[in-house]
């Protein structure tokens, strides 16, 4: 099956060149410079420095070329994602479309697949997601994603496409629950991150992140996604991942935000768009998710990290 990744950002460059090492595989990005430095010098020396392109990678800044493939690969952020597709619908009309990116839209409080569903309803629609950094996949290491498509034939055709040497893919047909585990995990990682930025402790962060898993069940189950899901790849395995290292850049927001650091505006933080569309989606069901209200209040200055974990700490008890 052929495959071109839409998206030159460091995820989308990991993944085609994992991808090559089954075939040939084309590579967009809609900065025709970038295209040029990356052709020259088989690197992509912006996003993802020290990682070669194979040869049989071909980098384009033409669309319509690389939407000659049949699956696509949508490595662009999530805010991002709509936009892209109604720019291009003429060449994306038909195709399997498969989401890279994890998050909630902020105007629409949707994921990724009911983005795709709404504005491109004619193409196929499939979401990759759960625990990987760009560079653990680039170098070849060892990594386990979920494949999430609502089509039980075409999600075993990706998966024998898109499964490589070093990218070991498991299949689901919850498309909601695997939207949802990889979205709040990014919100539950910048809670994590403020706490051990402000030195409470990894009893704390394991804390954080029990609770908080609590919530992305809570909101899955709500929803009428498979609370089995979150137990997998796209929920515990991505939570486990990014609540523990500063690769993750929303655990570095967190960690910026605990520390009482500037953090650089340029870098695309999904769970900070993610937090904010999920607080309102709650409070509209009357669902009660503290923790990503509290790390709403963190990052728009209302709360404070101290007034944070008072306003946890001092919630009523109740059985587990």
């Known amino acids: 099956m052929s495959v071109s990744v839409l998206g030159a950002g ?37 996003r993802l420095p020290g990682m070669p392109l194979p040869q049989n990678l071909n980098v384009t800044s033409e669309l319509q070329q690389a939407a000659q493939n049949r699956v696509l690969l949508l490595a662009v952020p999530m805010q991002q994602l709509r936009r892209m597709l109604d720019a291009h619908r003429a060449e994306l009309t038909g195709k399997v479309l498969v989401a890279c990116c994890k998050g909630i839209e902020l105007t ?43 089509d039980p034939d075409l999600g075993k ?11 070991r893919l498991y299949r689901t ?15 539950i ?23 908080g898993y609590a919530e992305m069940q809570r909101l899955a189950r709500h929803l009428g996604a498979e609370a089995d899901t979150l137990a997998g790849l796209s929920g515990f395995g991505d939570l486990a991942l990014t609540c523990t290292s500063t690769l993750s850049r ?27 569309a999920t607080d309102a989606k709650a409070r509209a069901m009357g669902l009660d998710m503290p923790i990503t209200a509290c790390v709403v209040g ?6 404070t990290l101290d007034a944070a974990m008072t306003a946890l700490l001092t919630r009523p008890l109740k059985e587990e």
């Open 157 to 167: 055709s990706l998966q024998q496409s898109l499964n490589t040497a070093n990218l």
């Open 10 to 46: 460091a995820f989308g460059t990991a993944l085609a060149i994992s991808l090559a090492g089954k075939g040939a595989v084309t590579l967009w990005s809609r900065d025709a410079g970038h295209v040029a430095e990356m052709a020259e010098s088989r690197e992509n020396a912006r």
């Open 189 to 211: 990682a910048i809670a994590c991150g403020a706490v051990i930025g402000a030195g409470l402790g990894d009893s704390a962060r394991a804390a954080l992140m029990t609770r």
């Open 108 to 150: 629409t409080g949707l994921g990724p697949i009911e983005v795709m569903r709404e504005a491109l309803p004619e193409a196929h629609h499939a979401l990759l997601t759960g625990p990987s950094f760009a560079a653990d996949i680039a170098m070849g290491l060892p990594t386990a994603l979920t494949l999430a498509c609502a």
């Open 250 to 276: 929303n655990y570095r927001l967190g960690l910026a935000l605990g520390r009482g650091e500037v953090f650089d505006p340029t870098v695309t933080v999904e769970g900070a768009a993610t937090a904010h």
């Open 298 to 303: 963190l990052l728009d200055g209302k709360l």
């Open 173 to 187: 047909t919850d498309t909601l629950g695997a939207e949802i585990g990889g979205a709040l995990k990014n919100v």
